[in-house]
């Protein structure tokens, strides 16, 4: 079974903050997804990393896929309010089955 | 309008009552899935499917029955309710990489 370990589970910081999250697998995925989750809404995909190595930026959020393919990480710039909300890490197989890390819950202070 | 819907948004049903979700997607994509999300789980696979007629289980698929007669729409139905099933469910539809989710169900079985 391929396992996707997030952390931290918990954040909370000011706003102006820098964070990173992170997401560990003992197994190679072909590909990385990040999502991003408001309360009472399905998750929306941020970003998909496929080559290891490869950096990925959106705005002020860096994402990097790990060189082995195994572990990717979620980088943010200034954290802002509207930044708050769970972040979902999750791994492609086939068919366009995902296996999801238990998510980050981020809570950004004004 | 174009996107995935689902129905009911919330439902309250008893122990041992069958019950169904509705999932709607207008994208005409090949693939849809049920996942159920709970605290300390994240989101976790029930089934999916590859196209009209086509399904099969995912990590969690016991006590539930899925149907793919139409490819835009992938009910999900709970046989006989139990507490256990008390989760919020998110139907998915995707063209094999990029994942769209619906708004999700919560259901409460007492």
């Known amino acids: 079974t391929q396992l996707l370990e997030q952390s931290p589970q918990f954040l909370s910081i000011q706003e102006g903050e820098n964070l990173t999250v992170y997401c560990n697998s003992s197994s190679v995925f072909s590909s990385l997804q990040w999502y991003r989750q408001e309360p009472g809404e399905g998750p929306v995909l941020l970003v998909t990393v496929v080559t290891g190595g490869e950096v990925k930026k959106l705005k002020r959020l860096t994402f990097q896929f790990g060189d082995a393919r195994k572990d990717s990480s979620l980088h943010i710039t200034a954290a802002q309010p509207g930044d708050t909300g769970l972040y979902l890490c999750?791994?492609?197989?086939?068919?366009?089955?995902?296996?999801f890390g238990q998510g980050t819950i981020l809570t950004v202070h004004p | 309008d174009a996107g995935i819907t689902q129905s009911p948004r919330y439902k309250i049903t008893e122990t041992g009552r069958q019950v169904t979700l509705m999932c709607h997607q207008t994208?005409?994509?090949?693939?849809m899935f049920w996942y159920r999300q709970d605290l300390g789980h994240g989101l976790r696979l029930i089934y999916y499917s590859a196209a009209a007629d086509i399904t099969d289980k995912g990590e969690v698929p016991d006590g539930y029955v899925v149907s793919r007669s139409k490819t835009e729409n992938f009910p999900l139905t709970l046989e006989s309710a139990t507490r256990s099933q008390t989760s919020v469910y998110f139907c998915?539809?995707?063209?094999?990489?990029?994942?769209?989710f619906g708004q999700g169900t919560r259901l409460t079985v007492v």
């Open positions: 999750a791994g492609l197989r086939s068919y366009g089955k995902l296996t």
């Open positions: 994208w005409s994509h090949s693939y």
């Open positions: 998915a539809s995707s063209g094999g990489t990029d994942a769209f």
